[in-house]
């Protein structure tokens, strides 16, 4: 059997975030505690021109499970794709805010923000406020009062609707973190297009 170097075993974003999760997370590590990785990784054809495959997941451990473990959320719409426009595979967050925040990516800028008044809000209400603030070509996910108050099967949604469960909802309401808001201007160059 020929062996596997490691872009054969851990390719995409589903495949770097379980290399992340397997060696940065204690096994005794809660889906709420801190230390949790909550990681948004696009898909190896996130942003390709002509594809319009922007797949990208949510990961981290899961609360919904018993016990507790690894689990993703596979989700589509243009968020990925934004994401890779502003020159990243992907973002992963641990730790916990003293207050309600939000991330905003812009191109190379990578802003924490107070989402104070974002909290309590729904995701959908979230996403327009973020776009009238930020610009509509935005790209946001967010998770809604559910995911604040950690009800274990809280869902993301993100841009056209796209949502994902696994209770990751909550690790992200767990972490203060209401949404992750996107805008790149980039292009994704392709290295062999023919």
Same mark, same amino acid.
């Given at each position: 059997?020929?062996?596997?170097?490691?872009?054969?075993?851990?390719?995409?974003?589903?495949?770097?975030?379980?290399?992340?999760?397997?060696?940065?997370?204690?096994?005794?590590?809660?889906?709420?505690?801190?230390?949790?990785?909550?990681?948004?990784?696009?898909?190896?054809?996130?942003?390709v021109p002509g594809i319009s495959g922007s797949r990208w997941v949510v990961s981290?451990?899961?609360?919904t499970t018993i016990p507790e473990q690894f689990a993703m959320s596979n989700f589509g719409?243009?968020?990925?794709?934004?994401?890779?426009?502003?020159?990243?595979?992907?973002?992963?967050?641990?730790?916990?805010?003293?207050?309600?925040?939000?991330?905003? @990516?812009?191109?190379?800028?990578?802003?924490?923000?107070? +989402?104070?008044?974002?909290? /309590? #809000?729904?995701? $959908?209400?979230?996403? &327009?406020?973020?776009?009238?603030?930020?610009?509509?070509?935005?790209?946001?996910?967010?998770?809604?009062?559910?995911?604040?108050?950690?009800?274990?099967?809280?869902?993301?949604?993100?841009?056209?609707?796209?949502?994902?469960?696994?209770?990751?909802?909550? @690790?992200?309401?767990?972490?203060?973190?209401?949404?992750? +808001?996107?805008?790149?201007? /980039? #292009?994704?160059? $392709?290295?062999?297009? &023919?």
């Amino acid at each position: 059997m020929p062996t596997m170097d490691y872009a054969d075993r851990f390719l995409g974003g589903s495949g770097v975030a379980a290399k992340i999760y397997w060696d940065e997370v204690r096994h005794k590590v809660a889906a709420f505690d801190p230390e949790n990785r909550l990681m948004f990784m696009n898909g190896p054809l996130a942003g390709v021109p002509g594809i319009s495959g922007s797949r990208w997941v949510v990961s981290g451990k899961s609360p919904t499970t018993i016990p507790e473990q690894f689990a993703m959320s596979n989700f589509g719409g243009r968020w990925g794709a934004q994401l890779k426009f502003a020159g990243y595979d992907g973002i992963v967050i641990y730790g916990k805010s003293e207050r309600p925040v939000y991330l905003f @990516v812009d191109d190379g800028a990578v802003e924490i923000r107070d +989402a104070s008044d974002l909290w /309590g #809000k729904g995701t $959908v209400e979230t996403r &327009e406020i973020l776009k009238k603030r930020l610009g509509s070509k935005v790209a946001v996910a967010a998770c809604g009062p559910a995911g604040e108050n950690l009800v274990v099967f809280a869902t993301i949604l993100a841009d056209n609707d796209a949502s994902g469960s696994s209770g990751l909802g909550a @690790v992200m309401g767990s972490k203060n973190l209401k949404a992750v +808001a996107v805008r790149g201007s /980039g #292009k994704v160059v $392709v290295a062999h297009s &023919e």
